[in-house]
Each structure stands twice: as structure tokens, then as C-alpha cells.
């Protein structure tokens, strides 16, 4: 692909996996140069019981959306994020359910297919365009003020995600206090009692303040 330039990309239509939602349920679409900012100051505005001011950024890039209060509140929101952009659209959930409680939230993963069509850098070489076709996974979360059905599979009540982190909490504190114990009462490998003691010679046993006698000097004869 030395010889070719991406020219452009074409994402083909996902339809929506959450069937049944009102016409005027508000699409958070997350892109790699979106700003977290401004994509949950429109969401907040369309779901917080709070009349907003000024002009705030649509879910389309470039978009001006004016909101009002009352009349244009939502009681649900939909997020997608597609390939490198499903880690910020998750953590866009994330911060909406911490703003706004008792949010019931759907998941669903997908795959889209995203066309990329290559130019060739010398088109008079006799090169021709080419189209490669890609598998690219995509996520869809909705969030909900009302209940949801439970039995579909994604699905997470209020709540569910502070009760998962502060048991993750426990049980890694659990383990750091098991191996500190571990730590302080084990032994190291091959370690054995008065292991470390010096090898030099052995002390020769006599009287207090008696004289060590040399080695290798015969007692008991006058030189």
C-alpha cells in the first residue's frame, strides 16, 4: 500500500439494536475528536431537570443545538462509539450515571462496516482505486429514567456499578493484607535455623581473664 493515499471513509448505516424508542429520544454519537465536555453538557441538558441558557454542541461535530427546559427534556439518551472512539463513549456512561441517578442503562455491542477507499499518489501509473471493506465493532448504550427489561441481556440496574467497584475494592484489599502476612511470616527459599551465622574459627573455652593461648603451642613445657 507503499503506492496508495486513504482518500476517505465511509461508514455504512447501523440500524438502531433498541427497538421501540420514542422519536425523540436524543443520539450521542461519540467520534475520536469529540470533546467529552461538550458532548455531556448536551446530554446533561437533555436529561437534567435544569433550564440551560446558552447554545450547546449537538451530538453531530460542528452542530449548534439551542434547549430549552421543560419542554425538551428526555427521559432517555442513546450513546454510540464506534472502533478507537467505544472507550470515550463508555466513559461518557459513566459520568451521565454518576450526574444523573436511578438511570437504568442497556448494552449493546455491535459491528459496522466501514468501507476506506484508497487513492493511488500516481494516478498516471495506470493504478486503479481500491475499497477495502472492515468489520469494526461498535457500542450502543441506553440510558433510561424508566424501567427496562430486565431479563434482555446488557442490562444494569441503578446502582449495580458502584456495588461491582466497591466489592472489587474489598477483595483487593483483601489480597494486599494476605500477602503483607505472608511477608512477615514466611521464610525465603532454602532458609534454614542460624542460617546466616558467621563461619569463622570457634571460640576455645576458658577462664575469665585468662589469656588465649596460642594455636599450635604445646602446653605445660618452658621453652
Not at 495506470?126 to 442490562?155: A, C, E, F, H
Request: charged share 25%.
Amino acid at each position: 500500500m507503499e503506492n496508495y493515499r486513504k482518500a476517505r471513509t465511509v461508514e455504512e448505516p447501523c440500524p438502531c439494536p433498541f427497538p421501540d424508542l420514542p422519536s425523540d429520544t436524543p443520539e450521542v454519537r461519540v467520534k475520536d475528536g469529540s470533546k467529552i465536555r461538550n458532548l455531556l453538557r448536551f446530554a446533561l441538558s437533555r436529561m437534567e431537570d435544569k433550564p440551560a441558557s446558552a447554545d450547546h454542541p449537538g451530538p453531530h461535530e460542528g452542530s449548534e443545538v439551542s434547549v430549552g427546559s421543560g419542554e425538551n427534556l428526555c427521559r432517555q439518551i442513546v450513546f454510540t462509539g464506534v472502533g478507537p472512539s467505544v472507550a470515550k463513549a463508555i466513559t461518557c456512561v459513566e459520568i451521565m450515571k454518576r450526574r444523573v441517578h436511578g438511570l437504568h442503562q442497556h448494552t449493546k455491542l455491535v459491528y459496522r462496516t466501514v468501507q476506506e477507499v484508497w487513492e493511488p499518489l500516481e494516478p498516471e501509473a495506470g493504478l486503479d482505486s481500491l475499497t477495502v471493506s472492515r468489520n469494526v465493532p461498535s457500542i450502543w448504550v441506553l440510558l433510561s429514567k424508566d424501567l427496562l427489561d430486565k431479563n434482555q441481556p446488557g442490562y444494569q440496574a441503578p446502582g449495580s456499578f458502584d456495588a461491582l467497584w466497591a466489592q472489587a475494592l474489598i477483595e483487593e484489599a483483601a489480597t494486599v493484607k494476605h500477602g503483607q502476612r505472608r511477608k512477615r511470616g514466611g521464610t525465603g527459599a532454602g532458609r534454614t535455623e542460624g542460617a546466616g551465622r558467621g563461619k569463622g574459627p570457634r571460640k576455645q573455652p576458658g577462664r575469665p581473664g585468662e589469656p588465649r593461648k596460642p594455636f599450635g603451642h604445646a602446653g605445660g613445657g618452658q621453652d
